[in-house]
């Protein structure tokens, strides 16, 4: 008797629930804000625990420009509803810009179930500055920049198109995808994640690959001169640069693609 009752509230809920769902149709509402922060004599910009999409252009300009854009899903009579930015905080120390938010909102509750705020930044950033991100459910996107990166995340992913400078990488749960055309340094850590340097075939440096759980898949690359390759472990070189791609992994893969585009 007892299991019918069960089945029976499954059923019921199964019904309202879809039946709920088409009374309360939800819309998308989506605004944008931007902010412009100078950059004369400074060389780095910090982020710090801002945890939304984070997009990076080049720009030739000394100021930082900042578009954010926030997209949540609410009821037809919320649609004139002024939705509140993420409040940004910005710190000057030495030549250091600190960028964080100085106070969150959400719409997001369990009693409010699909009411989703969307929070992403495209920020356009002067060569000259090096940019460090500390942050947590963030993934770091870098589109055509010269930039060097210093990067730590805990729950995200960073992809990196195009890049012209250094990057250090440091993630805990997730992947790091990066164009080898361009790039310089490349030191990661990951721990449970995947590690892709697409287009290998042009980088040229030294490679000191390790993985712990895991396995190097190599797609035909060749080298000029090895000390060790197996499935675990590639220590080798490739022409005469004096570039380093430095990788450790402990519970993943590390892919050597060509002929791949970044994104894929």
Same mark, same amino acid.
């Given at each position: 008797m007892r299991r019918y009752k069960v089945l029976s509230i499954i059923i019921s809920f199964l019904i309202i629930f879809p039946a709920c769902s088409l009374i309360n149709k939800k819309y998308q509402k989506t605004i944008t804000y931007e902010y412009n922060i100078d950059s004369h004599g400074k060389k780095l910009l910090s982020?710090? #625990? @801002?945890?939304?999409? *984070?997009?990076?252009?080049?720009?030739?300009?000394?100021? @930082?420009?900042?578009?954010?854009? $926030?997209?949540?899903?609410v009821k037809k009579r919320e649609l004139n509803k002024e939705i509140t930015p993420l409040k940004l905080g910005v710190d000057t120390v030495d030549d250091k810009i600190i960028l964080k938010v100085v106070e969150k909102t959400s719409e997001y509750n369990? *009693?409010?179930?699909?009411? &989703?705020?969307?929070?992403?930044?495209?920020i356009f950033v002067p060569i000259n500055l090096a940019i460090e991100i500390n942050s947590n459910f963030s993934d770091v996107y870098v589109d055509n920049t010269a930039n060097d990166f210093k990067i730590n995340l805990i729950n995200g992913d960073v992809i990196a198109n195009k890049p012209k400078g250094n990057y250090s990488v440091n993630i805990i749960n997730g992947k790091f995808k990066i164009d080898a055309d361009s790039v310089k340094n490349i030191n990661v850590n990951i721990t449970n994640g995947k590690f892709y340097l697409q287009k290998a075939s042009l980088y040229f440096g030294d490679f000191d690959l390790n993985i712990e759980n895991g396995k190097i898949l190599n797609s035909g690359i060749s080298f000029d001169? $090895?000390?060790?390759?197996?499935?675990?472990?590639?220590?080798?070189?490739?022409?005469?640069?004096? #570039?380093? *791609?430095? &990788?450790?992994?402990?519970?993943?893969?590390?892919?050597?693609?060509? #002929?791949?585009?970044?994104e894929d």
């Open positions: 982020i710090n #625990n @801002i945890d939304v999409k *984070l997009n990076f252009i080049q720009t030739e300009d000394s100021v @930082i420009r900042i578009n954010y854009k $926030t997209s949540i899903r369990f *009693l409010n179930f699909g009411k &989703v705020q969307k929070d992403e930044y495209d001169s $090895t000390v060790k390759s197996d499935k675990k472990t590639l220590v080798a070189k490739r022409g005469k640069s004096e #570039n380093k *791609l430095v &990788v450790n992994i402990v519970n993943g893969r590390i892919y050597l693609r060509d #002929n791949v585009k970044v």
